[in-house]
């Protein structure tokens, strides 16, 4: 099945504790990103690659790093997490980087960081 | 800079009245422009896309947006709103790879 999977679904942590988010897509996709869900705000983009080696900021990037060094895979990394980033996060990828590219979303994580 | 404004933060509907969502946006360019839809505890998904083609753009589920460039606008209605409806609605509009999404729009559909 054609699918986004992101780990953990759910994490509570502190302030802190570095933490990885897990985002991998089976679908050979170039194009990945990553967006906070807060309420009141819609999704805002964290990162976003085009391909391989090729990562870029969205909007809300602070306290956040991304890596792709595989196709497939774009960890979502909290070096050192605080409670303004409890939120839920999605990942999601699509066959390239036209805006006409239709998204596939991972189902989302929710953090808490106490 | 794109943005996107979605003008309502919660529609209350009857069953079997009509939904519109209204959205505008702004973009340098000749964006795409997008509505996702959320239901609770789950991912988003498509409901339909604009990329230049006709500027009526017919979705899932009986959902349909019109492009209206000289108002900036792409609302998106339904004839007959279903139980199966009430959902958190996004507007998106895409432009070589960022995105901007709308704070987006909870319905509430009314037996």
């Known amino acids: 099945e054609a699918q986004v999977t992101q780990n953990p679904r759910y994490l509570i942590t502190v302030t802190g504790k570095k933490l990885t988010v897990t985002c991998s897509q089976n679908m050979n996709h170039e194009y990945m990103s990553w967006y906070r869900q807060d309420p009141g705000l819609g999704l805002r983009q964290i990162y976003y690659s085009m391909n391989v080696e090729v990562t870029d900021k969205g909007d809300v990037p602070e306290g956040y790093k991304v890596s792709r060094k595989e196709k497939r895979n774009f960890p979502l990394i909290l070096e050192s997490p605080s409670p303004n980033q409890t939120s839920l996060y999605f990942c999601a990828s699509s066959v390239g980087f036209s805006g006409a590219n239709v998204l596939t979303f991972g189902a989302g994580s929710r953090l808490t960081v106490l | 800079a794109q943005s996107v404004t979605q003008l309502d933060s919660h529609v209350s509907v009857s069953e079997g009245t009509p939904v519109l969502l209204r959205c505008n946006y702004s973009s340098s360019y000749s964006p795409s422009l997008f509505w996702y839809v959320q239901h609770p505890n789950k991912g988003l998904q498509l409901l339909l896309k604009?990329?230049?083609?006709?500027?009526l753009v017919k979705g899932i589920n009986g959902f349909e947006a019109e492009f209206k460039k000289s108002e900036t606008s792409f609302h998106l209605t339904k004839p007959s709103a279903h139980m199966s409806d009430a959902a958190e609605y996004f507007c998106?509009?895409?432009?070589?790879?960022?995105?901007?999404f709308g704070a987006g729009t909870t319905v509430t559909v009314r037996a």
């Open positions: 604009y990329t230049s083609a006709a500027t």
């Open positions: 998106v509009v895409s432009d070589r790879g960022k995105l901007s």
